[in-house]
């Protein structure tokens, strides 16, 4: 009876279920109905009258959305803001759009543009969390509330709100933008839009609508060796793919030679060291520094790179793996 009378009246402390049941003539002390509410783990009522932010955004999941933005640097040394949104119960990503001025009326124009995705995909979102950034302005919450949803702001300097968007933020700066010197705004799109399968773009302009160019040269057949040979003529610096073995005449040095190119598996960019001076370039010159144009960028690389060069030494090979061996 006490955890009846305690499940069905959230309000009720144990002194008023001891009340209750005094009334209906069950001679019970205030002390044991404590007692049995603390065993069976039932909280005071103060606590179960309130809802929790981590209550609210698991019975919500599946009518949540949340957004937010993040800054990407590019080579050149501009900074680009992109605008993702993410399904709390399908952890699905949209790509809505990248510019390097964010202004509100392009947010707006993008959340026109998410609300017509959503509309065909038969989507019911009633809740979308965003932050507080000035960005947001009044009128795209106004675009929001009058497609049926209710915007959310985050708390003053509480990141933990929208800890799903910023978890996966995260990683895509770990796992992807901190290992890719992104060139333009194009060129940041795509990978972007391919960190995971579930990741998809729908901006209504940009590089994913057009059609896909043909790849320049085409990859050579699965073969043993995995390797492709170029060919030219002594007329043309021109190289055609081929499949057999055939010589070039080298630039330098004039002699007459053999090379062999070889395509590294799929998903294993590692096998290429020259990743790994990327990466080092990056940490060392491109992710914390500020550069006024190009010359100065050029310029920082090329001491960057000739310092190293005075001090370079082979990167260490220590993977002995069977895989790899059966994939080369």
Known sequence: ??????????????????????????????????????????????????TTWADFLRSQAKALLACDLFEVHTLTGARLYVFAVIEHTTRRIRILGATAHPTAEWIVQLGRNLLMDLED???????????????FTA???????????KVVTTGIRIPRMNSLMERWIQTCRTELLDWTLIWNQNHLL???ASTNPS????????????????????????????????????????????????????????????????????????????ELVFSALTRAVLRHGNFTGRDELIDKMDAWMIQRNEHARPFRWTYEGTPLKEAV
């Open 1 to 50: 009876m006490v955890l009846r009378l305690a499940r069905e009246n959230a309000s009720w402390g144990y002194r008023r279920i001891h009340g209750e049941l005094a009334a209906l003539g069950i001679k019970v002390a205030a002390s044991t109905v404590w007692e049995i509410l603390r065993e069976r783990g039932i909280p005071p009522a103060s606590e179960r009258q309130s």
């Open 121 to 135: 995909a038969g989507s019911q979102v009633k809740f979308l969390i965003r932050d507080r950034d000035a960005k």
């Open 139 to 149: 009128a795209f919450d106004a675009l929001m509330t009058d497609a049926g949803m």
């Open 190 to 192: 795509m990978p972007c």
């Open 199 to 274: 990741t998809t773009s729908t901006a209504r302009t940009g590089p994913w609508s057009r059609r896909p160019r043909a790849a320049r040269y085409p990859r050579p057949s699965p073969n043993k060796s995995n390797s492709l040979t170029w060919k030219s003529t002594d007329e043309t610096d021109s190289a055609e793919p081929s499949t057999n073995t055939s010589t070039r005449r080298e630039l330098h040095g004039g002699f007459i030679g053999t090379r062999n190119v070889h395509w590294t598996p799929p998903h294993a960019s590692w096998l290429n060291q020259v």
